[in-house]
């Protein structure tokens, strides 16, 4: 029964997990005598069956003492919940005890068992139960309510477990989301594995008598299904949970029931066979008794997982609780792998096809995981004919789940698929599931890559007849093959890397097949007509670059590994044996390699790429040595053989990589290399000799015009990798680099690796000049040539063709930074750049930017093909990269001071127009900047407005009036308004940390606002009025103080209020209204309210006319102090912890100024937070203040 609200109010504080329970079974109230149909008649009746029943249950053997050390306390476990709950007892014991109490009393152990559902749903409240005498009574369904008593503030609800009508009453609060299941810490993680367990227990221990004795089981499945249907969270997940792994522990004894049938049936089968001519047989008719009794508990054991599924299951798999529906459909899955003939049907795999559309990803998950245990059964999957045909679409577009998880079971399933159900994926299907070994996201192409190996690759090699004529390598080329023909037809050249690393884990013998794949390489092609083409040989080889790099590097390539995980010795072992393994191989097959491709730019920049991957030291061991000089003649032939950027550079650092000085092979590859380096410059020599003639242009034919710019291309590159200082080199090119800034005649080609083997040049001698003890002489040399290049760079700026003029840039940008940031040492001999940047070079880079990033090329508009069209837009983004890294180099001289910040200003202008090409670059430097110097940064954002400002202005006419019709909706102005707010919001959240800067952006504002307001008359307005509206974007960054202190500095510019009436000074009622946004504010700002126009531009924002109503009675106060005083708001404020405005004079004599910038430190008084009863002090808040007009603190 219901308990009475007064009492249960009354109630002593409950402990934790405790619940009162007042247990009334038929046998209490008989014994009793004190219940009456439910019903007690009185409170003394009440107190003692509760007594009566509290003692029988706490006497029961299930409330058994388990103890357990608790914060250096000994707790004792009372209740079953509390026994589960801790875990110190076996669950077998524990279920023996209770099953025990059961058969002595089984309505006090079932009700004990009752309240351990209860309990494990969090409730703190209290159970009370009545026995449902009456069948007949109509008005049990009418009792099956859960309602809300407003008095006691508590909840009930009321339910039937047969043969009981149950009532639990608990707190309103209980519906927190805050019970056993779903409590953090490993504690409650493992109570519900304990409490599934106990469930699990409980079956099994009364499967034999108590489970079928029409008591126990209806009981607790009627409890659970009336939990189930409750409103309050943690009864429907607890309850379904318990449900769901009970009808999981009745699928599992029913499957052994089936089995001791079948058994029982042969034996049955075998004694009537042996009892043949016989009248009589006791065996037989024990065996048929036995029979019928197994079908008997097979048919109730039947109804009662379909009373749980249809009692609780179907009403909770399509929860509004993600989690509760995850559980139905996980145990689902259990079943239908558990007991297949009962569950594996289209009747119940429907549910788990309509689920698969879930928006919750966990119950998705879930779906997929039921999924593979039955795809993966090749016994099973004949019966999942109708339903692969149903949602088999459904599941491989999941494959592109949001959920990376979600999307990997899905790869995982499909994969099942295809192994175990022919013909369930289209051709089209597995097209397009091979094309995920590319992701980005790495389990999900490595469940691809499984798919794609064991499909494509081993499946349709296996089908092939192989020809005896690599040997035991056929089987692998074969397979090679298959694989570059994917890679091929993929389209996706450049991502080699992703899938050899999606196939790592599945094809490691494929993949480190490394004699095969030079063996496909090296074999004659004219011996037969399946070797490999063009293409195929160049995809072999990135495969092969990309083999070696993931055995050697051991993670996953860039951009889908993450972090870089440690490897174990085990793989640390593998890694090292994988180097070795490499390099005894290619150290003998790469020059053969480089001998036959060497023609070949693509073919050669990979292969000469592997050695960085050698075990270098193998190359002094024994005659391998031999072949070191087999490679450096095979690099000699490549250098003189191309002119090529990328093959150059590649050569250059495979000397590098030789040449280290810990090898034993350094001395004969640097050997080889001055070797090569002596003929180039010699070489170089005889071009200027020969074709160069002071003072007059270049007489040279085409050819030695190649010749020349392939040998500085090929002396430019060895200079960026190697010291080639004693060759002189920079008094060589330099005279090219002289004749073209004074001429203009010498061809692109020439002077584009001059410029940059002079600019190598330099920084070689700098890291000369940076050792302890630089020679003089070395100085001074150094000091001359940096003059030099710069000299010339900044002359390129001004060429004619565009590119050579970007590299002029971007080497003046490099010298710079670099020469700027080197230490000076004790004597100071490294102040290098002493004139260095000078205002006009700041001017020409300024302008450089101007024209060549933020001014659009005209595009021609005429019909392209798709080819051309494509190529196009390649064409757009490296010129896009190009302004980039421009831009970037530029701001990185403004970050690091090498140029004046107010530079920035010009930038700036263009931030929204280019916000999403140049966005994050613009955002990185106004960041950087301000974190320099807070000041002068917001110097130069305030100077970029104006400017803005000045131009917009310049661009209206030039009448009289053109200051009072100034349209300040227009498009350009609100534009600037809106870079204004843009600005603004770079300052974030913290209002303290940017005090200053937007202190000292609303003192320039305002100051330019005024700017020449005395050469006007007295009724005209300033020129700059207007700026005023774009001033007011940074005014909810001020804080309280800070905006009276603003306002008060801009009175001062304001002259009699009189005269500033009208719609014509609307600017400054919007900027007036932006400082005082509220009520509060306003009167205690001015003194009083008739001295000002109206203004009605501006409106308060909601949130702070709420802090004004909020605030009625300090605000009513504090007009009585304002209308009765004629002082200004500075006045008001206590002038002590700040200090005073003072003019400046030397801008505007005209008008008091405020002085640099603000030191905006809160400083608060406690005294006169305290305070609040004298009508004279300003409220706590005000007393939060400090100037803006004060000098700067250090």
Known sequence: MIAEPNSVANLPNHKENGIHDEIVPESTAQNGGCLRNGNVKTLKGKRKVREQCENRRRNSPTSRRSNQLQNGEVVEA??????????????????????????????????????????????????????????????????????????????YKKFMAYPWILTVTWPVDMDNEDYPLIKPGPYWKKFRANFCEF?????????????????????????????ADSMVRAFRHTSTLAAMKL?????NLSLNLDISKRNLERLYEVEKTRATGKRTNSRLDQLERKKKEYEQKHLEMENMMNAIFKGTFLQRYRDIIPEIRA??????????????????????????????????????????????????????????????????????????????????????????????????????????????????????????????????IVQETEMESFAKRNGKWEPIASQLRTLLIFFLESELHSHVTYLVDSLWDWALNLLKSWECMTALLLENTDDHEGALSNAEESALIEIILATIREAAEGHPPVGRGGTRKVLSAKEKKVQMEDCAKITEHFIVVLPQLLAKYSTSAEKVINLLQIPQYFDLELYSTGPLDKHLDTLLRELKVIVTKHSDTDVLEVCSRVYHVLGAEELAICNKVVAARAELVDELVAKLNQLLVTSWYEGEELCAEEEEIHHMCSTLQRIAAFHNAHDLSRWNLYDKVSKLLVFEAEHGSLPLQIVLPALQCSYFALLWQLTSVVEPTP???????????????????????????????????????????????QDSSDDGTVELLEYLPS?????????????????????????????????????????????????????????????????????????????NDFGDILK?????????DKIQSAKTLILCLQQLFQKYVESQDDSASSITSMDVFSVSFSNIKELARRFSLTFGWDQVKSRESVAMIHKDGIEFAFQGAAATEEKSLPPNLNFLVILSEFSNKLLKPDKRLVYSYLQRYIPEPALCKGDSWYSLGWYRNSLLASEDEENSAVSSVNEWPPANIARTPAFKRKLSEGNQSKTSHTEKINRASDTHCSSQIPSRGRKRLKPLDSCHPEYPQLHGSASLNRRHSTQAMLREENPVEVPAEDMDVDVIGADQEA
Request: hydrophobic content about 40%; some cysteine.
């Open 78 to 155: 009372v209740t079953l919940f509390e026994v589960v709950s801790m875990g110190k007892r076996a669950m077998q014991s524990v279920v023996d005890d209770w099953v025990e109490a059961y058969k002595r009393d089984r309505d006090v152990a079932l009700l004990d068992l009752i309240n351990f559902f209860i309990q494990c749903s969090g409730c703190q409240g209290m159970v009370t139960a009545e026995m449902f005498q009456n069948v007949q009574n109509c008005e049990v369904m009418q009792k099956m309510t859960e309602t809300f008593d407003e008095e006691t503030g508590l909840q």
């Open 199 to 227: 469930i699990a227990v409980l079956v099994e221990q009364c499967q034999y008598i108590i489970l079928y004795d029409s008591y126990l089981m209806d009981t607790i499945i009627s409890l659970l299904t009336g939990l």
């Open 247 to 251: 009808l999981t522990a009745l699928v």
């Open 327 to 456: 559980i139905c459909i996980d145990e689902m899955g259990s079943w239908m792998k558990m007991y297949p003939d009962t569950f594996l049907n289209d009747g119940y795999l429907k549910y788990i096809g309509w689920m698969l559309y879930d928006k919750q990803p966990e119950v998705r998950l879930k779906c997929l995981q039921g999924l593979q245990g039955i795809y993966g059964r090749k016994d099973l999957v004949y019966k999942m004919d109708l339903f692969t045909s149903r949602f088999k679409d459904r599941i491989v577009s999941m494959a592109l789940d949001k959920e990376h998880e979600v999307a990997v079971q899905a790869m995982k399933l499909l994969m099942l698929m295809s192994q175990n159900c022919e013909d369930a994926l289209s051709s089209e299907d597995f097209e397009t599931l091979y094309q995920f070994v590319y992701t980005t996201h790495r389990p999900l192409a490595i469940a691809a890559g499984e798919l794609l190996y064991k499909r494509l």
């Open 775 to 821: 020679s003089k002489e070395n100085i001074s040399d150094l000091r001359t040539h940096l003059r030099h290049l710069c000299h010339i760079c900044t002359c390129y700026l001004s060429h004619d063709n565009r590119e050579l003029r970007e590299k002029a840039f971007a080497i003046l940008c490099d010298l710079l930074m670099i020469i700027t940031h």
């Open 839 to 915: 205002s006009s070079l700041q001017t020409k880079m300024l302008l450089f930017i101007q024209d060549h990033v933020f001014t659009d090329e005209e595009e021609e508009t005429k019909d392209l093909t798709d080819e051309e069209d494509r190529k196009k837009e390649r064409q757009k983004l490296d010129a896009l990269h190009l302004k980039r890294c421009l831009l970037a180099a530029y701001c990185k001289l403004i970050i690091y001071n090498v140029v004046e910040m107010t530079g920035a200003a010009e930038i700036y202008k263009h931030y929204m127009k280019t916000y």
């Open 924 to 932: 990185e430097t106004l960041s950087r900047s301000r974190h320099n």
